[in-house]
């Protein structure tokens, strides 16, 4: 099977599973309407297929708690796009090739499904994960990765930046530069959800040391990569394929790896850490094929 038909295997598994997660749920109205919209848009579930690859490697195979951890990581990384979406914060239209949670309902409803879908994540690794310590190791490295440390920093000093340069100076020479500020920002704002569902799914597998700092490794490398990937497909990328709006990085003066380093040696970047990736799976052998395509798509991917 080639690699997109693996990840769209599992994003079918992991659809099911949000759907079935959410119809649990006692809730109606407007916010039951806009939580299924947002969580049915076609993303990729690139982080949660990762952990359940992560739990097969080290596992054998699928169990429930990593059914479970999948659900909940893309929740948590639904919800970002929604708020980061918000007028407040990138202010865009299009998402997942529909309109914005915040066009489609309104303001309130978008930042209400945000907190929804942040909530909802942690309350199901809490009642539904089978063992109440590996519970607690998840909801650590999920919220860990998702909070004030993680992607709230890299979206922070994004948007600071972004907003405001001179008032964030201060923080750009702490990082030591345009390409150290460049590296905080995105190894905080998406690098380490990609670490954080490595280590989920390795924990979920039973993971001994070695393989979950190897796998945690990994994910971190493969979160820089994937968007470093993401800014150079801003840059060449059509909105219509990527169902998000291109171009808004060069319009916002973002602070993007294009901007900062230049096409040719962001490209050189990306295959650097798609290569020290798959480097980090030597120790699993031929199991690890698909985490290695998976390192490699990055390269390639369009959308
Ligand atoms: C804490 C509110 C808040 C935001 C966090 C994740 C984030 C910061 C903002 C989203 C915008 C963005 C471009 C983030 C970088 C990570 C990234 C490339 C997100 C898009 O991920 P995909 O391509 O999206 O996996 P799909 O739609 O396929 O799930």
């Not at 997109?4 to 109606?28: C, M």
């Not at 090739?97 to 915040?102: R, Y």
């Not at 801003?234 to 219509?240: L, M, Q, R």
């Amino acid at each position: 099977m080639n690699f997109n038909a693996l990840l769209s295997k599992k994003a079918t598994f992991v659809n099911n599973t949000l759907r079935f997660l959410l119809t649990q749920q006692p809730i109606s109205g407007d916010l039951r309407e806009a939580l299924i919209y947002v969580i049915e848009a076609p993303g990729k579930r690139v982080r949660s297929a990762l952990v359940l690859w992560c739990c097969e490697l080290v596992g054998g195979k699928i169990n429930h708690n990593a059914e479970i951890a999948a659900a909940a990581i893309e929740m948590v990384h639904t919800y970002s796009l929604v708020h980061d979406d918000l007028p407040a914060m990138d202010d865009d239209d299009l998402r997942r090739g529909l309109p914005t949670c915040h066009k489609a309902f309104d303001e309130a409803t978008a930042i209400l499904t945000g907190d929804a879908l942040l909530t909802l994540a942690f309350e199901i690794l809490a009642k539904e994960i089978d063992e109440p310590t590996v519970a607690v190791e998840l909801i650590g490295q999920l919220a860990q990765a998702a909070g004030p440390a993680g992607m709230i920093a890299g979206q922070m000093a994004d948007l600071k930046a972004e907003n405001s340069p001179h008032r964030f100076a201060s923080q750009k020479r702490s990082s030591g530069g345009s390409e150290e500020f460049l590296e905080y920002i995105h190894t905080n704002k998406t690098a380490k959800m990609f670490r954080c569902a490595a280590a989920m799914g390795a924990i979920c597998g039973g993971a001994g040391k070695d393989e979950f700092d190897h796998l945690c490794e990994y994910g971190l490398k493969i979160g820089l990569g994937f968007q470093i990937a993401d800014d150079i497909l801003d840059v060449c990328g059509s909105s219509k394929h990527l169902g998000k709006t291109a171009g808004k990085d060069a319009k916002a003066d973002k602070t993007t790896y294009p901007a900062v380093l230049g096409m040719e040696k962001s490209k050189q970047l990306a295959k650097k850490l798609a290569d020290e990736a798959a480097a980090l799976l030597a120790p699993f052998g031929p199991k690890a094929d698909t985490l290695r395509q998976l390192a490699m798509t990055l390269l390639q991917r369009t959308r």
